[in-house]
């Protein structure tokens, strides 16, 4: 019986280690990077005073988009709802400045934009709150 009572604070412990790990696997960063560097995601610039309203992702592997304009390929947008949109970009249109490494296993998600990406060791998967979204490799993007 003693030998129990002395466990008593070893219950809430590893509540907590189980607990712990999942809260920090969870990344807000205005600016990331996944797959070594051969992505790049973050908010999308927005107006001041007003909350970010897209996630903008960047990588070799997204297509143009189908119409012809200025700018560099390699861009996707992906708001709260809707499906995913190609781009085209002349400028730094990410928010953030200082990029963040999110490595296998770590989720993104920020406060205003409903959108949660997943990342694993060969693929990012991000979706919005419609179900929509897009999962990009080191070579391939496809949308959902």
Same mark, same amino acid.
């Given at each position: 019986?003693?030998?129990?009572?002395?466990?008593?604070?070893? *219950?809430?412990?590893?509540?907590?280690?189980?607990?712990t790990?999942?809260? $920090?696997?969870? =990344? =807000?960063?205005?600016?990331?990077?996944?797959?070594?560097?051969?992505?790049?995601?973050g908010v999308?610039?927005?107006?001041?005073?007003?909350?970010?309203m897209?996630? &903008?992702? =960047?990588?070799?592997?997204?297509? $143009?988009?189908?119409?012809?304009?200025?700018?560099?390929?390699?861009?996707?947008? &992906?708001?709260?709802?809707?499906?995913?949109?190609?781009?085209?970009?002349?400028q730094?249109?990410?928010?953030g400045?200082?990029? *963040?490494?999110? $490595?296998?296993?770590?989720?993104?998600?920020?406060?205003p934009?409903?959108?949660?990406?997943?990342?694993? $060791?060969?693929? *990012?998967?991000?979706?919005?709150?419609?179900?929509?979204?897009?999962?990009?490799?080191?070579?391939?993007?496809?949308?959902?």
């Open positions: 019986m003693r030998d129990v009572s002395r466990l008593w604070w070893a *219950v809430p412990l590893c509540a907590l280690g189980l607990v790990p999942a809260l $920090a696997s969870t =990344s =807000s960063a205005q600016l990331w990077t996944a797959l070594g560097g051969r992505l790049t995601c999308a610039i927005h107006p001041p005073d007003s909350p970010p897209r996630l &903008l992702c =960047s990588a070799r592997a997204v297509p $143009a988009p189908k119409a012809k304009g200025v700018g560099d390929p390699g861009f996707v947008f &992906l708001g709260s709802t809707g499906r995913p949109s190609l781009a085209r970009l002349s730094d249109s990410f928010a400045t200082r990029a *963040v490494g999110l $490595a296998s296993g770590r989720s993104w998600e920020i406060g934009i409903s959108v949660t990406c997943e990342i694993s $060791a060969h693929a *990012v998967r991000c979706a919005n709150r419609t179900h929509h979204g897009f999962t990009i490799t080191a070579n391939a993007y496809r949308p959902f």
